[in-house]
């Protein structure tokens, strides 16, 4: 079983990034998707989650209008697009995958700094 992040890196404050999350070795489909980020210092915080079927996500408050959750079961992978990023979006963002198993990726620094 794998969860590869990609697409984090360096972006000044309004900017934006893409996150990727490519899964392997179980049935993607069948597993709902979350992102979490963990800020130095902090506890890890659940930030978006995407049901199986890709008809249903929920948001932390904090990111809600900002960040959009999306996957795509044929590629098996999961996305985090993150608009007018904040310099308190600055974590650790880690994929998580969860049904009967539970599957977290190693994790995308995202720096949001000028």
């Known amino acids: 079983v794998q969860l590869v992040e990609s697409g984090g890196g360096l972006v000044q404050p309004g900017g934006s990034l893409r996150l990727s999350c490519a899964a392997s070795?179980?049935?993607?489909?069948?597993?709902?998707m979350s992102w979490y980020r963990q800020a130095p210092g902090k506890e890890r915080e659940l930030v978006a989650t995407?049901?199986?079927?890709?008809?249903?996500?929920n948001y932390a408050d904090s990111v809600k209008g900002r960040f959009t959750i999306s996957r795509d079961n044929a590629k098996n992978t999961v996305y985090l697009q993150m608009n007018s990023l904040k310099p308190e979006d600055t974590a650790v963002y880690y994929c998580?995958?969860?049904?009967?198993?539970?599957?977290w990726g190693q994790g995308t620094q995202v720096t949001v700094s000028s």
């Open positions: 998580n995958a969860r049904a009967y198993y539970v599957y």
């Open positions: 070795g179980f049935t993607f489909s069948t597993y709902r």
């Open positions: 995407i049901n199986s079927a890709g008809g249903s996500t």
